[in-house]
């Protein structure tokens, strides 16, 4: 069975650093992408960025080009989502999800479970 | 970037109602569109891909259409599971944008 598994909520303040994780399993990790969303209180989905597990290559949507960072430790089977300075405006739902990306088409079949993000002084 | 535009932003409906959602993008994006379903609290699902191609065991109910720039999603017959917030998704080019999502409510 697919699973990806998010690290639990977290409660930082402004300006700390936060990193956090996204274990896949039940496939081939290295096959797929991992995409990594956000979802602010009440809003929709925003598109942060992707890893290519095969080859580690980043895309990050401008938006949150230098405020994130996207990684992964392939042999554990884990991708990171991590800011080195938290500010109030990035609480929020953060949600990873397995992307599927070749030929004609490109989706995203699994995701976690999200991890919250709540930043307040 | 590429904007992706839903409409209605909410629709009312009834069981038994056939409901469409349309999705527009700002260019064409052949037909690299995807479109998820939401439920409050939960994280979204896959219901079609490539535009009209169905997701391993999401019911028949849920039909996609479109490509180039104008995409629709369709439910034939609204059940009260369907209640949710419907968003399309482009896969074209990255990054890869979202609608603003249609959300669907009992009438």
């Known amino acids: 069975e697919v699973q990806l598994v998010q690290s639990g909520a977290e409660v930082k303040k402004p300006g700390e650093s936060l990193r956090i994780s996204c274990k896949g399993s039940?496939?081939?990790?290295?096959?797929?992408?991992i995409s990594w969303v956000r979802q602010m209180p009440g809003k929709g989905l925003e598109w942060m960025g992707n890893?290519?597990?095969?080859?580690?290559?980043?895309n990050y949507s401008p938006s949150f080009q230098g405020h994130v960072t996207i990684s992964a430790a392939k042999s554990i089977s884990t991708a990171y989502l991590q800011w080195s300075s938290l500010k109030a405006s990035d609480t929020a739902m953060y949600y990873c999800?397995?992307?599927?990306?070749?030929?004609?088409?490109?989706?995203?079949?699994?995701w976690g479970q999200g991890t919250l993000v709540t930043v307040s002084s | 970037d590429i904007q992706m535009t839903q409409s209605p932003s909410s629709l009312s409906a009834s069981v038994r109602d056939r409901v469409t959602i349309t999705c527009r993008s700002s260019?064409?994006?052949?037909?690299?569109l995807n479109w998820y379903q939401q439920k409050p609290g939960k994280a979204p699902k896959l219901l079609i891909y490539?535009?009209?191609s169905l997701q391993s065991g999401v019911p028949s109910r849920f039909s996609g259409s479109g490509s180039g720039t104008d995409f629709t999603l369709s439910i034939s017959s609204l059940q009260p599971e369907d209640f949710a917030t419907y968003y399309c998704?482009?896969?074209?080019?990255?990054?890869?944008?979202f609608g603003q999502g249609t959300k669907v409510e009992i009438k």
């Open positions: 999800a397995r992307s599927d990306c070749g030929g004609v088409s490109c989706f995203t079949d699994y």
């Open positions: 890893i290519d597990l095969s080859d580690s290559y980043i």
């Open positions: 039940g496939y081939s990790f290295t096959n797929y992408w």
């Open positions: 260019q064409s994006i052949s037909t690299y």
């Open positions: 998704q482009q896969t074209y080019s990255t990054p890869r944008t």
């Open positions: 490539a535009a009209s």
